[in-house]
């Protein structure tokens, strides 16, 4: 079935530091990639839907100078987490569609801890 | 009104229960319609899609009716590995195809 692998897993930074999250989908061509952030004991919120070789769009309320997303390839997109500050820390999660009736796959998360 | 409504329970019911999850959605427009699973600290994963002539796999059935908006999973048999949080998710077309999660309703099944 469709995979997508998200990098890293886990990272603890520093406030104030950057970090780079990578989703790719090994086996399928993505041309959309969404990206969530889930806090503790909350339901998934959609932060941007990232398009193929062009910008992405942001939810309302979303920084989008603060969550830098780049897609420059049907198999990789990326978000980076910039100035990352302790409100940051959370679980992000990206997904591919695989085609609207088969669901969509996410990737196995990572877990921002800004410290 | 949220885009998409769950009851967030938790549910606790024993083993062998059937038990049954509902979801509202607010836009007429949406075009498909997933539930999902999540365990804790993992990322969800597809359960199941729904149709609107409804589906069945294995112990779970899902249903969609379109008019009054609303989509349910019902389980049969639980188990204590059902234990989990079901998510229901709406896929809408605002120009591009966008999933919207409901809250997710937590199901603890006991021995």
């Known amino acids: 079935g469709a995979v997508v692998s998200q990098h890293p897993s886990w990272v603890i930074c520093k406030s104030g530091t950057s970090v780079k999250i990578e989703c790719r989908s090994l086996?399928?061509?993505?041309?959309?990639m969404f990206w969530y952030r889930q806090f503790p004991k909350q339901s998934l919120m959609l932060m941007a839907t990232?398009?193929?070789?062009?910008?992405?769009?942001?939810e309302q309320g979303v920084e989008k100078d603060k969550f830098l997303i780049n897609h420059a390839s049907l198999t990789l997109s990326t978000l980076t987490v910039t100035s990352a500050h302790p409100e940051d820390s959370s679980f992000y999660i990206c997904?591919?569609?695989?085609?609207?009736?088969?669901?969509?796959?996410f990737g196995s998360g990572t877990r921002l801890t800004v410290v | 009104r949220k885009e998409v409504e769950q009851d967030p329970g938790p549910f606790n019911v024993p083993e062998g229960a059937t038990v049954a999850f509902n979801c509202t959605y607010s836009?007429?427009?949406?075009?498909?319609f997933f539930w999902y699973r999540q365990d804790c600290r993992k990322e969800p994963k597809l359960l199941m899609s729904?149709?609107?002539s409804g589906n069945e796999d294995g112990r779970f059935t899902a249903q969609l009716n379109r008019a009054s908006q609303y989509i349910s999973l019902l389980i049969r048999d639980s188990k204590l590995s059902d234990s989990a949080t079901y998510l229901c998710?709406?896929?809408?077309?605002?120009?591009?195809?966008?999933?919207?999660f409901g809250t997710g309703t937590r199901l603890l099944v006991s021995p």
């Open positions: 990232s398009n193929e070789g062009s910008k992405a769009t942001y």
């Open positions: 086996d399928f061509q993505a041309t959309t």
């Open positions: 729904v149709y609107s």
């Open positions: 997904s591919a569609g695989t085609g609207a009736n088969y669901g969509y796959t």
């Open positions: 836009n007429s427009a949406s075009q498909s």
């Open positions: 998710v709406v896929v809408m077309n605002t120009g591009f195809q966008k999933l919207v």
